[in-house]
């Protein structure tokens, strides 16, 4: 480090020399390996595949896919010798566990570079370490690489590890994802995806117990009290700083270890949420904007899955026609398959991140047996915020819609499983959001609201496909009487659209032409608006939307006056509006 800046290099004693080598000789060889048995595994299973689909008399013919078979099966195992030895992968996980161990203690550590009582507890100030500048990243991204790879390749071995070691590992993985102390979104993602080795895997095939690892994880103080802040400032930090196709891959781990952690109470969920209630309308507040993105990445991946099981059962439907089909050329047939064949893939992908982000405003906006009261409302009051619930609702509806409506036979692939798209499932996703938050007046107003997806039927017609499904009756029930709920904010919403209609135009927000519930003057523009409608417009884009200079909420003044005179005016205009359709009825 000195000899970089025209320094002059320092003599380090022996055993920081074997250190320092020994960390860099496992990355090299013995964690990097491990992509090469990734890749030998998957081409003996696509060699695998291609002799069961042979059969046996024609494999022992073919003399050229029997040899690859038989050099793929013994480079294989002794790669597999190399790498999966019991003895060598417990040394290897030791000598991560005590560095990590070292590493907690080191970046905390500001006096000095030497830890003098590894054992001590930890004691997290608010910024690391000058030192911990000086530790190369691979140190990290080593020791991660080696937990996934383990996790996937040598199970056994890590469930039985002692789990003294493997919480200093858990404190490590933790305590680096805070971005004082990592600020690269890349590595912290790997950490997270590392963290997921403690919890179970529900695609996995393993029958390996993760009952120890879980234990580690539960009883970690630092997991206890950071890991869910942790995981939804990485899901919020990844969304400018990270490539787009890497976003969601990154988010899908997220989302893995947010839905172990959440129903548990033993984990910091209420300090994820405890600003939203007392900082509703700042664009600011990690919550609010964690569930924008979440909203933002549901529509999109919901979209795109929609549209991709569109395209393939079109390209179906052609293959189907078999004249039209022969008629085509062999270049633009295959030009097709191969076009059919991206389309899978993609769709594959959208589908699976699409359920999974459903799925977390699902078990999010419900409350958890472990969840206090106060700390349900805080979550789910960020949901219905005046910012946020139009947003949501219009989501909800329109996916309801194209699932239960006359769309839904353009989704009907031939094989639904190959693509992960499982309808039924993510239709009971989506309604039991619906019944988790129908408590929630500003969410059931904002239902009959939404002018393009929403009619009277809606929930009718959704309720029936339900009971095909043999979902419980008391779902079915709880959704119908969202459905009347909805209803009855329809006259609610009449009058306030007679109200507007009404209104002289000073009562109306400039913007979207709304009554004015809140209004509140822009200092730089000299313009007053609505409350809600300025709130919303600075979470996408914090500028003032009439002349573009910087504007924040709290910049904004109240204009209590003319609240006042709005309000006034209301009460008598309603109470002629019910006079005429009193008389109107009579």
């Not at 370490?129 to 990243?137: E, R, T």
């Not at 006359?406 to 039924?424: A, C, D, I, M, T």
Request: aromatic residues 10%; contains cysteine; glycine residues 2%.
């Amino acid at each position: 480090i000195n000899a970089e800046y025209g320094g002059t290099p320092e003599s380090f004693n022996f055993i920081s020399t074997c250190f320092y080598l020994t960390h860099r000789a496992l990355q090299l060889a013995y964690v990097a390996p491990f992509d090469k048995y990734r890749r030998l595994m998957k081409s003996l299973m696509e060699t695998q595949r291609l002799v069961q689909d042979m059969g046996v008399s024609s494999f022992s013919a073919d003399v050229g896919v029997r040899e690859r078979f038989e050099t793929q099966f013994v480079e294989q195992l002794e790669v597999k010798t190399h790498l999966l030895h019991p003895d060598t992968i417990g040394q290897v996980l030791l000598f991560y566990c005590s560095s990590a161990n070292w590493l907690s203690h080191i970046s905390i550590n500001h006096d000095s570079v030497v830890v003098t009582d590894i054992k001590c507890p930890l004691v997290v100030p608010e910024n690391p370490s000058v030192s911990l500048a000086m530790i190369p990243n691979y140190f990290v991204s080593a020791a991660c690489q080696f937990l996934i790879n383990i996790r996937y390749f040598a199970e056994a071995s890590l469930e039985n590890f002692v789990s003294e070691n493997l919480d200093h590992m858990v404190t490590f993985l933790v305590l680096f994802c805070n971005p004082t102390w990592v600020p690269n979104p890349h590595t912290r993602a790997e950490l997270v995806e590392a963290l997921t080795v403690f919890i179970p895997n529900e695609r996995s095939q393993s029958s390996v117990s993760t009952t120890n690892r879980e234990s580690v994880l539960c009883s970690n103080s630092m997991a206890r009290d950071r890991l869910g802040s942790a995981m939804i400032k990485l899901f919020v930090d990844i969304e400018h700083t990270a490539q787009f196709e890497h976003k969601f891959q990154y988010r899908f781990h997220i989302f893995e270890l947010l839905q172990y952690i959440w129903p548990q109470q033993n984990f910091d969920v209420s300090k994820i949420s405890q600003e939203v209630r007392t900082r509703e309308e700042d664009t600011t507040v990690l919550f609010t904007r964690f569930v924008k993105l979440l909203l933002n990445d549901a529509n999109f991946l919901l979209d795109e899955a929609l549209h991709n099981l569109e395209e393939i059962k079109k390209l179906q439907l052609e293959q189907e026609d078999t004249e039209t089909w022969n008629s085509l050329g062999e270049n633009a047939r295959q030009s097709k398959l191969r076009s059919l064949a991206d389309l899978k893939r993609m769709c594959t992908s959208h589908n699976i991140l699409s359920y999974e982000t459903v799925n977390c405003l699902r078990y999010m906006t419900a409350r958890s047996e472990g969840m206090s009261e106060e700390t349900h409302k805080s979550v789910t009051y960020a949901f219905v915020t005046p910012l946020l619930v139009d947003t949501m609702v219009t989501m909800l509806n329109y996916y309801l819609k194209e699932l239960v409506g006359s769309n839904q036979s353009k989704y009907r692939v031939r094989n639904l499983e190959e693509v992960k798209f499982h309808p039924g499932k993510l239709l009971q996703a989506i309604v039991q959001i619906y019944i988790n938050l129908m408590e929630e007046e500003a969410f059931v107003a904002a239902i009959p609201r939404d002018g393009r997806s929403y009619h009277s039927k809606l929930f009718e017609e959704t309720a029936g496909k339900l009971r095909k499904l043999y979902v419980p009756e008391e779902i079915v029930s709880d959704l119908l009487k969202v459905s009347q709920l909805a209803e009855r904010a329809v006259t609610s919403q009449e009058d306030e659209e007679a109200l507007t209609d009404r209104a002289p135009n000073h009562f109306l927000d400039p913007i979207l032409g709304t009554l004015m519930s809140e209004p509140v003057l822009l200092p730089s523009s000299n313009v007053i608006v609505d409350r809600p409608v300025i709130a919303k417009h600075l979470l996408s884009d914090p500028i003032d939307p009439f002349n573009r200079q910087p504007l924040n909420m709290s910049d904004v003044v109240p204009q209590d006056e003319l609240r006042d005179e709005i309000n006034v005016w209301k009460i008598k205009q309603l109470e002629d509006i019910y006079r005429e359709r009193d008389s109107e009825g009579d």
